[in-house]
């Protein structure tokens, strides 16, 4: 959803390229604080870190994938 101010969007897309640069990083971040709770979701992105960045990477750019991943889901305890 955009905002109503467009130079507030402009600063956010600003931000898109940094992101992405660093989206590898985060992910694996990500994936090793999930590891200890959510063993099955850190194992989906260490397994499928690579579509998970191009998911990422294509959201970004306003683009939809008609492709989608399974991803694990975590039952409850």
Same mark, same amino acid.
């Given at each position: 959803?955009?905002? $109503? ?25 990500? $994936?090793?604080?999930? *590891? ?22 294509? =959201?970004?750019?306003? =683009? #939809? #994938? =008609?492709?989608?991943? *399974?991803?694990?889901?975590? *039952?409850? *305890?």
């Amino acid at each position: 959803m955009r905002s $109503r101010d467009p130079g507030r969007d402009a600063s956010l897309e600003a931000l898109v390229p940094a992101l992405i640069g660093r989206l590898p990083h985060l992910l694996d971040e990500v $994936r090793r604080l999930l *590891t200890a709770d959510w063993p099955d979701y850190a194992q989906f992105l260490a397994e499928e870190q690579a579509e998970v960045e191009v998911a990422a990477e294509g =959201s970004s750019a306003g =683009s #939809s #994938s =008609s492709r989608r991943s *399974t991803c694990p889901s975590r *039952t409850a *305890t």
